[in-house]
């Protein structure tokens, strides 16, 4: 089963992927689809407000936010990991509950990328927001490096996320059935 979807100008098919007995989701990556993820960078940021610096989770919105910050023109972003690597420094770190994981996970921020953030506008990206825990957890470490929230942007607002205000989204993406019909 698939869902059709037509965002920023193009039609993808989306693979249905059963997550519980009750609830199914299309799985929306743009890893390897370069169109897709130029067509997508471009139109956000046409909606894009005033930021000094972009911040995505790794790992599916690495393509949009290097594509965003290529298009914009801008030289550095920073991306939030799922683990602390060597090279880290002064690692600020917050708890992390996905639709799409199992459980919880923590992610980590650099402190030398903190320090950048420190009273800057800050723009939180990600591919797709759903329950919004991914980017709640984006939002807490760019409060405690010190940093503004400019705003909050994905390709795809999911289920109840459409509903927010807070939240500038390029198309609506409903939850499913395990039968594939979508749950209003």
Known sequence: MTYKIKVAGLERDLPLCPLTDNLTIA???????VELTCACAKALLEKVPEFDYMVAPEAK???LIHEMARQSGRNEYFLVRKAKKAYMNGVFEAVDKSITT????????????????????????DDVISTGGSMA??????????????GRMAILAEGDAADRDDIIYLEKLPLFRPDGTPIE
């Open 27 to 33: 799985a929306f990556v743009i890893f390897g689809d």
């Open 61 to 63: 919105a690495i393509p």
């Open 137 to 150: 957890a984006v939002e807490n470490l760019v409060e405690q490096a010190g940093g503004i929230v400019a």
């Open 102 to 125: 199992a459980g919880t996970q923590k992610l980590y921020m650099d402190g030398a990328d903190a320090a950048k953030m420190k009273g800057k506008r800050i723009l939180l990206l």
